[in-house]
């Protein structure tokens, strides 16, 4: 305390007075240009540290000379309040600047958004541990977003383990924790497995087409309707934390009344939620007593894989694209084989296209029947048909005993991987414990999202569209067929879908045939894994919803070139006319 008569005499002026060399309390920043690169570096500041220079007591600067910059401004003099209100601001370190970009072009930044950048930026080292991130009011005065939106994005990133919070310092780049070396001490036997024969997985390339694909291309799928529902589910109130074994009731309750609106006697009960219609399958086979299974000729090769791998004995029933099924030869097979299950694929057959008639749907009926055989009716294509109706089932013909399989994967999103198995009451607990074994429940949040995508009418929607672009990419594709190859290949026309077969002369060589193709950036699928030993067709799947219209002509200009330049096939006769 000073006497109320006494001039207040402050620590700076006490110092100076005294000679003491001490530099006056500041927080200003020194700006320099670094000759190396000619870039403005910032000193990282100290506290109670003026780093100009300029304001030093007269008397060291007496003591020392005369300064370097006798012009150079004193930093500014603050009140004790403003201040001390200053120097907590710039003792932070200097935050980086951020550029980030919306996905999709024409649309307002999200969290995503700034989290696909900023882990890209730590990733590729440009920006590097410590480095202090912009605040969140500056991310929201940036890019126009709510303070929401920049927190969970930096939320996100600090969970990833890229990015750290200092309290009352603010979001810094996090230090990388070594990873451990830690050397065996044994070196245990490994296991012994039995081998299962399945090619490799090929991811889809997009820098090449890939012909004989059956997907959709991602362009045309609803991602941004199916990310809308996930974040809807997630922020619902009430979200349920546990999965249920049969699948979630409201999912299973909007499937049954879409399939009884397409005329199934169908309850939500009989409805079994799968990871695709491939576990659906695999539960139904591991169920089987009688092993004994009949599939289509060509197959779906997966199925056949399946039905093999778990000691199933498949036989094929053959099936040409080009005309009827000869079911007087299925009946002689059926009644030598003895099967206790034919497994069909009634709608856009793969890998040939072949959709079932009616009279067809109802002789296999009628079979079943006779010989005492189940029916396992696979109908991944059927919701891909425009029009305003369906081709008939033979669940719907055939009544609640025929086991039903469908999917939600290739019309929506191929990684939702969400199918479902229609069961007779008798058979429901047997396949749902069948599923519990194995993986004892699916994704409970998926099928929230799914079911309120239905909800919503976004499905009816999309399914409305797809059947316009699907339509119109057939039959350009028809167009190319016919214009672009020779005219003793044949195809099969099956009305629309994703793919169809594509039949060629016996003097071709697939395997030569494809290897040619795959130097010039095509690949095909030579399907020999979809017959049973010698095959009685003589080609490959194409798929002609994958690629943009005019890559898919494209790369048909250049099968059609290279069958007539390096297998000799000419223009004689065409056996399809328009």
């Not at 316009?468 to 028809?478: A, G, T, V």
Request: proline content about 8%; hydrophobic content about 35%; aromatic content about 8%.
């Amino acid at each position: 305390m000073h006497p109320p008569d006494a001039p207040h005499t402050s620590k700076m002026s006490k110092r100076s007075a005294s000679g003491e060399s001490k530099r006056a309390p500041n927080s200003c920043l020194d700006f320099q240009l670094s000759a190396a690169n000619t870039s403005a570096t910032i000193d990282a500041p100290q506290s109670g540290v003026c780093r100009s220079g300029a304001l030093r007591s007269r008397s060291a600067g007496a003591a020392r000379g005369a300064l370097s910059h006798p012009r150079k401004p004193s930093c500014p003099s603050y009140g004790t309040t403003d201040r001390a209100k200053h120097d907590r601001i710039m003792a932070k370190a200097p935050y980086v600047a951020l550029n980030v970009r919306a996905e999709r072009a024409g649309s307002r930044v999200g969290s995503h958004d700034i989290v696909r950048e900023v882990a890209r930026s730590v990733t590729s080292g440009q920006l590097r541990a410590g480095m202090r991130l912009p605040p969140v009011r500056a991310l929201e005065h940036q890019f126009g977003i709510s303070k929401n939106t920049a927190q969970a994005a930096y939320d996100e990133l600090v969970a990833r383990g890229l990015l750290e919070t200092r309290i009352r310092e603010g979001v810094f780049v996090a230090t990388r924790p070594e990873v451990l070396d830690i050397e065996p001490v044994r070196e245990p036997s490994p296991p012994r497995l039995a081998p299962i024969r399945m090619p490799a997985p090929q991811p889809i390339r997009r820098d090449r087409i890939e012909l004989s694909t059956v997907f959709i291309q991602p362009e045309i799928l609803p991602k941004q309707q199916l990310e809308d529902c996930i974040r809807s589910v997630l922020s619902a109130p009430g979200l349920r934390p546990f999965y249920d074994p049969h699948g979630l009731p409201a999912l299973r309750e909007t499937i049954a009344a879409r399939l009884r609106a397409r005329g199934m006697d169908v309850d939500a009960d009989d409805v079994i939620m799968t990871t695709g219609s491939q576990q659906a399958l695999d539960i139904v086979a591991r169920s089987l007593q009688d092993r004994n299974v009949a599939t289509e000729n060509p197959v779906y090769s997966y199925a056949r894989r399946l039905f093999e791998n778990l000691g199933c004995r498949p036989f094929g029933l053959p099936l040409d694209p080009f005309g009827s099924i000869d079911l007087e030869r299925w009946e002689t097979l059926i009644a030598e084989r003895k099967p206790s299950l034919l497994y069909v694929i009634t709608s856009y057959q793969n890998p040939t296209g072949y959709s079932y008639s009616t009279p067809e749907l109802e002789k296999l009926l009628e079979l079943s029947e006779r010989y005492g055989f189940a029916l396992l009716e696979d109908d991944w294509g059927s919701d891909m048909l425009s029009g305003t109706e369906y081709r008939p089932t033979l669940r719907a013909l055939g009544g609640r005993n025929v086991l039903y399989v469908n999917s939600f994967t290739k019309k929506l999103w191929p990684a939702l991987r969400l199918g479902y198995l229609v069961a007779p009451p008798e058979t429901r607990d047997t396949l749902v414990a069948a599923k519990r074994i194995s993986t004892l429940g699916n994704a409970g949040l998926t099928e929230a999202a799914l079911n309120e995508f239905i909800d919503r009418g976004y499905y009816d929607t999309h399914l409305s569209r797809l059947h316009q672009e699907l339509d119109n990419r057939y039959r350009l594709c028809l167009e190319s067929l016919w214009e672009l190859l020779p005219p003793v290949v044949r195809f099969s026309q099956p009305g629309g879908g994703p793919t169809l077969w594509l039949d060629l002369p016996r003097t071709v060589n697939l395997n030569r045939l494809s290897d040619s193709l795959q130097q010039q950036g095509i690949s095909i699928s030579t399907a020999a894994d979809h017959f049973y030993d010698d095959a009685h067709l003589h080609g490959f799947r194409v798929g002609f919803a994958f690629f943009e219209p005019v890559a898919l002509r494209g790369a048909l200009a250049v099968l059609g070139t290279t069958l007539r330049e390096r297998f000799g096939l000419t223009d004689d006769v065409h056996p399809h006319a328009r």
